[in-house]
């Protein structure tokens, strides 16, 4: 019952924040538009007044992608350019958002302002981005140690002549394990942040120990939340993708209406996310209140470094 | 067929002698891990050699070997062998893969192949087809790779896009899909040395590392061309009779060409000319390209003029307004930009539905052609069904004033939302 109630408390949380979100997705939806915007005049130019987008009805013609290889190489290198600052951008963007989206979602925030939102982005900007960039260090470490030792592992087996399909079940293997360790980092992450905000503290070092300490401190709880919310998010993320990507609509009225129903799913995606911060931020507010009651001290964290 | 099996008393070896008819190659494999399997094609008994791990892609690589004994039966000539084995080797001997002997080939795959990625058949498909441009049809392959591999990559790619279908031949996702001729065509298009060399030089001349290209791409290229030119039916009576010219004998280019010359001759007459040979010189034996353009078109109201009025140092004309005077001159302008000749279709679709397909011989380096009516054109389409697949640019070959641009808008969409969904993802 503990985790519906977190659950609820996150999704009424993450429905009083709309404000923010649809700012983060408007924000999101102006720099990919500046991208697709050039990439669409590139093509464009390129295709001129031919009707060679016949070919391209169905599905993506490799005939046409040859025939239009000079233009085209030069707009893949800038789309690619661009699709890398994007996610350069987005990376430090999102420290504002999730920032202004902690606070939003914490209790200290009554009204659930936009006010609220920009604020708590842009007064935690600096430690909230010091925090997602250790935890997102910590996760491609992780994966990259567990994959590599399985595959050392699956190397050497065999006296160096591995069994036949041995690498892919090592792959297999290792996403496993990493898809199970996600869980944590995710409430490191979200912890640290929780933690941040809630205390007006401005130390990413000691919210990621608290990150740490609230995550194993209440571990098959918080778990099972995670987990679930995942499971919601990867679903909805699957379907949704895998529908919109193969939907061919023949019409440009068909296409506007593809354009329409893909951002308002987006914005639930965005609502999915937000309710896993506010889950996490019930969850911690819990142990705070509960701590606080019980006349025990926080759980902190040693501060490593706050010299950021 | 075995022959004989004897067992030399040790426990450990046996002698084994086989006999086949009229095959010019033999080759044998041996490995503890195969799993066998049988299974029957009308009077050919088929066997499978593939690593365990694969046993889900034995339904694929039988449908594709019947695929194509059907399919070149039918169109080429009878398989003279009552056996046919074909092995698919392990990843650590991949490098095995992909070669062919008479009635024994190895085909070419991965662990968990996609279903929707159509290698295994492929290979399979073209390595089987060796059977007959090689194994029957025992032309040089180092003097004249083309008319092995680009014969045999011709039938492979017609195959594949037959039977897996037409664009989809090679690969088959809902998000992508490509035809087996489509792959060729990349490569030839996309070869820095696509004009360096003919098919008239021996393999072990060819420069910059062309072979591929040329004996693959470049040749089954010009064959699907001259397939567009002279219809499908009547390359498949080519074939049919270069089969039973030259079945178990070792035909050359020429002799395949004189079979050309001949058909094309009983089928259509002086149709494309006396023979064929201006085709294979421009093309097999020569460097230049295929490229037709739509330059422009115009739509011109024409007026009649009531006369000329004279004022001070200046004239004027006066037209006609009454309501015949929207009759238009239209005019289409088409360009040669390569060297190769080729004839072909021209559509033109004006705007009252009708469509008027014009023939050019595609010799000089400019046509014309001119229309007065009522209506004006909409479109024009060089070679509308892109039958000629040697032309370099596809893209060039039609226009009109109302580019249909849905295509790449969906594209564009779908751009943003992978995009929105991949940056949601790898935010924390």
Known sequence: ?????????????????????????????????????????????????????????????????????????????????????????????????????????????????????????????WSVLVINLIVSLIFIAVASIIGGIL??????????????????????FSIIIV?????????????????????????????????????FKKCVLSYLVMIILIIIQAGFGVLVVSKLMGSKPSTGGG????????????????????????????????????????GQSEPVAEPLSDQV | MLISEENKGDGKNKTLIYRAEDICDFAWTAWPGYDVYNDEWRHVKITLLIPHIRKEQVERQFRAVKNALEYLSENVGPFPWPHLTFVDPPTKRAFAGGMEYTTIFTSTSADRMPESLHLPEMVTVHEFGHGYFMGILASNEFEEPWLDEGVNSFWEERIMDHYWGENSGIIDHPLFKMSD??????????????????????????????????SYNKAATILYTLMGIIGEDTMNEIFREYYRQWAF?????????????????????????????WFFDQT??????????????????IRDFKGIISEADSQRFVPSVTKDDSVYKSVVELDRLGEITLPLDVMIHFNNGDTIMETWD???????????????????????????????NFTNNSKTDKTDMVPVRRYINKFIIFTQYFLNIISL
Request: hydrophobic share 45%; charged share 20%.
């Open chain 2, 284 to 301: 097999l034996y020569g460097t230049g390209l295929v490229d037709y353009r739509v330059s422009r078109y115009t739509n011109s109201k």
């Open chain 1, 151 to 172: 595959a050392l592992i699956v190397s050497k087996s065999g006296g160096g002549n591995p069994e036949p399909g041995a690498m892919s079940k090592a792959i297999r």
């Open chain 1, 1 to 125: 019952m503990k985790i519906l109630s977190h659950l609820k408390s996150g999704a009424l949380r993450s429905v009083k924040s709309w404000k923010g979100i649809l700012i983060i997705w408007f924000l999101i939806f102006v720099m990919i538009g500046i991208l697709a915007a050039s990439a669409k005049s590139g093509l464009k130019s390129m295709i001129g007044s031919s009707m060679i987008t016949e070919l391209l009805r169905d599905t993506v013609n490799a005939d046409v992608l040859t025939d239009l290889k000079e233009g085209l190489s030069v707009l893949i290198a800038s789309v690619t350019k661009g699709f890398i600052l994007l996610i350069l951008f987005t990376f430090i963007a999102n420290a504002f958002f999730s920032g202004g989206l902690f606070n939003i979602l914490s209790k200290k925030c009554s009204r659930k302002s936009l006010s609220c939102f920009l604020s708590g982005g842009a007064s935690n900007f």
């Open chain 2, 181 to 214: 001729k489509s792959m060729s065509r990349i490569s030839y298009l996309l070869s820095l040395g696509r004009q360096v060399t003919t098919n008239r030089e021996y393999s072990w001349n060819y420069p910059h590392g062309t072979y591929s290209m040329m």
């Open chain 1, 255 to 294: 296409v506007f209406l593809l354009f329409l129903i893909s951002q308002i799913l987006f914005i639930i995606r965005l609502f999915l996310r937000t309710w896993r911060y506010g889950s996490v931020t019930s969850l911690l507010e819990e142990t705070q209140t509960t701590a606080v009651s019980q």
């Open chain 2, 362 to 392: 595609g010799r000089e380096r400019f046509k014309d052609f001119n229309y007065s009516g009522t209506s004006q054109i909409d479109w024009v389409k060089i070679d509308p069904e892109y039958k000629l697949r040697m032309d370099v």
């Open chain 1, 179 to 215: 898809a199970l360790l996600l869980p944590v980092l995710l409430l490191v992450a979200d912890y640290a942040r929780a933690w941040l905000i809630g205390n007006d503290s401005k130390k990413p070092f000691s919210a990621i120990g608290a990150g740490f300490v609230m995550t």
């Open chain 2, 249 to 277: 004998r070792h035909p050359s280019g020429k002799d395949f060409i004189a079979v050309v010359n001949e058909v094309v001759k009983k089928v259509h007459g002086d149709k494309y000319g006396p023979d064929m040979n």
